[in-house]
Structures are given as structure tokens and as C-alpha cells.
């Protein structure tokens, strides 16, 4: 089951209204996305992680009965703030002590806005001189990520580390 899922047996989230990102089928993939829509819409429940995908859900006619919201679907017991002097030691193990360090973690597209934090973060290093920035995630935009934060002079202080497997690590 999906942790803290309100539905025992829950094994996927599925979105609706919002593109091939968070897997709209209706209006898509010809007959078959159709089809597959229409099936979908059986569904005895479904997890929103955010309120764009309810108001989606509820677009689609599912009944709001129907549709539990859990804001982000994160296992808290898997993610969760690091203990007193565990923050630190980790930032060492990944070369960061003594640094301040902001993490991303999640698709590189446009949706998720990471074009606007590198956009920031010559700003905030200029406040901050020993702030980092940490970007866990891949996706259409990333070679473009990289170019940007190359042509505002902060690759440096910006760490790509790609699609990682290991996320509670970080």
C-alpha cells in the first residue's frame, strides 16, 4: 500500500487535466487514451496530492467522494528533517560543511519553476556568500538549467546530480 494512504491497497496516484507529465489520458494517445479515460473513471478512489489535481479529478466528473487529498503523497516516516548535528554530518559525507544548503528535488520542467531559483540565486549568494544549491531530478529542461546557471556565472555553486535513486540519501 501507498504510505499514509487513506485506501488500503493503493498502489498508484494518477492526475488528471494536466498533461503527459502527470499522466492526463482523456483527449490523448487517440481511441485507446479515450478508452482508457473512460476506464480510469471506475476507479473505486483516488489520491490528489495537491488541489490542481482535485479540481482536475473533479473536471473529469469524479465524484469528490471519491478523491482523498494527501498533499505531496510524501512517506514521512522515509522523509523527514535530520536530527541536531545529523544535518551537519551529512553535509559533510556530500562535501558541503559549513555551507548552507538548499535542495531541489523533482522534475526538471517547466511547471516547477527552476528556471526562477537559478534566476535567484546569484541574488541570494550575494547575501549569502556560502549558500549552495543542490538540484536532485532530471527532464527536458536540464541542459538548459546547465547553460543558464553557466551563462550567470554560479555552475560552481550549483550542483546537477541528475535522477537519483537513493532520494531519502539526500
Not at 551529512?90 to 527552476?114: D, E, N
Request: aromatic letters at 8%.
Amino acid at each position: 500500500s501507498a504510505p499514509n494512504s487513506p485506501m488500503p491497497g493503493t498502489q498508484k496516484v494518477a492526475a488528471a487535466n494536466l498533461g503527459t507529465e502527470s499522466g492526463s489520458l482523456s483527449g490523448r494517445y487517440g481511441f485507446i487514451g479515450n478508452l482508457l479515460a473512460r476506464l480510469v473513471r471506475k476507479v473505486d478512489g483516488y489520491v490528489a496530492i495537491s488541489e490542481e489535481i482535485r479540481e482536475g479529478l473533479l473536471r473529469d466528473g469524479i465524484p469528490p467522494g471519491r478523491i482523498h487529498r494527501i498533499d505531496n503523497f510524501v512517506d514521512s516516516s522515509v522523509f523527514f528533517p535530520p536530527a541536531a548535528g545529523e544535518q551537519e554530518r551529512l553535509k559533510k559525507i556530500f562535501g558541503y560543511s559549513g555551507k548552507t544548503l538548499v535542495l531541489f528535488s523533482g522534475r526538471m520542467v517547466p511547471r516547477k519553476g527552476v528556471e526562477h531559483l537559478l534566476g535567484a540565486w546569484k541574488e541570494v549568494i550575494r547575501e549569502h556568500p556560502g549558500a549552495r544549491l543542490l538540484l536532485l531530478g532530471e527532464g527536458p529542461l536540464l541542459g538548459d538549467l546547465r547553460v543558464m546557471a553557466t551563462g550567470r556565472g554560479i555552475e560552481v555553486i550549483v550542483c546537477f546530480k541528475g535522477r537519483m535513486g537513493n532520494g531519502p540519501d539526500y
